[in-house]
């Protein structure tokens, strides 16, 4: 079975400062990774996902994520934190076999933004 | 907005009770899924549907039932209510069904069972 794991289940920063959120994943096939993003009382909004084109992914809103196999690993980060990024973070990994799949969420890391 | 629309927003209710949540796909997805989100589980998948079909199957009560209608639509029915059963339930749209599609997500209905 696939999981991921996301490190720290709040993290603070101040405006401008770097953002890095941590995701690490178990899988025993290469992955599909997502990063979603929550505000409150709002649905999740897909950030940006890898599926194994290309190592750095870009995403929206400035985030990017780079997939590390040796580190199985797929942190989410972003240079400079704006008060607007203040909300839950999810990373997920999709599992499938040949009738149907879901994403398998890891905790969640709740993001506050300093001014 | 991500095209995926789900009704009530809000359903208050009381142990013992069924209630009916209803999910539209975005225009053109096949595939439906189901996610409970509370403060202790986190979130979690509950079932899977495309084009009509059970596709996929979580950790899913067996007082709950879904169901993917001909246009689509899907309803998630919660029978026997408990307190526990409190929480956030999504749906969720993609266009096929496969590891690497995004899951577009609705709003959410947020069940209250007192």
């Known amino acids: 079975a696939q999981s991921v794991t996301q490190l720290g289940s709040h993290v603070s920063v101040s405006e401008g400062a770097l953002v890095l959120l941590r995701c690490n994943y178990s899988?025993?096939?290469?992955?599909?990774l997502f990063w979603y993003v929550q505000y409150p009382n709002q649905g999740l909004q897909l950030l940006l996902k890898?599926?194994?084109?290309?190592?750095l992914v870009k995403g929206i809103n400035g985030f990017e994520a780079e997939f590390k196999k040796s580190e199985t690993s797929f942190h989410l980060t972003k240079p400079s934190a704006h008060m607007s990024d203040a909300a839950e973070y999810f990373c997920?990994?999709?599992?499938?076999?040949?009738?149907?799949?879901?994403?398998?969420f890891g905790q969640g890391t709740e993001l506050s933004v300093k001014p | 907005d991500s095209g995926v629309t789900q009704t009530p927003k809000h359903l208050i209710t009381a142990t013992g009770q069924r209630v009916t949540l209803r999910c539209s796909p975005r225009?053109?997805?096949?595939?439906v899924y189901w996610y409970q989100q509370s403060l202790d589980q986190g979130l979690q998948f509950l079932i899977q549907?495309?084009?009509?079909?059970?596709?996929a199957k979580g950790n899913i009560l067996e007082r709950f039932s879904a169901q993917q209608f001909p246009d689509l639509h899907s309803e998630l029915n919660l029978s026997s209510l408990e307190l526990g059963d409190s929480a956030l339930y999504f749906c969720?749209?993609?266009?096929?069904?496969?590891?690497?599609?995004?899951?577009?997500f609705g709003p959410g209905t947020r069940l209250t069972v007192l």
């Open positions: 549907y495309y084009n009509g079909e059970e596709r």
């Open positions: 890898y599926t194994s084109a290309a190592t």
């Open positions: 899988s025993s096939v290469p992955p599909y």
């Open positions: 969720a749209s993609s266009v096929r069904q496969g590891a690497p599609d995004t899951q577009y």
């Open positions: 225009s053109g997805d096949l595939s």
């Open positions: 997920a990994v999709s599992e499938w076999d040949n009738q149907g799949g879901k994403l398998i």
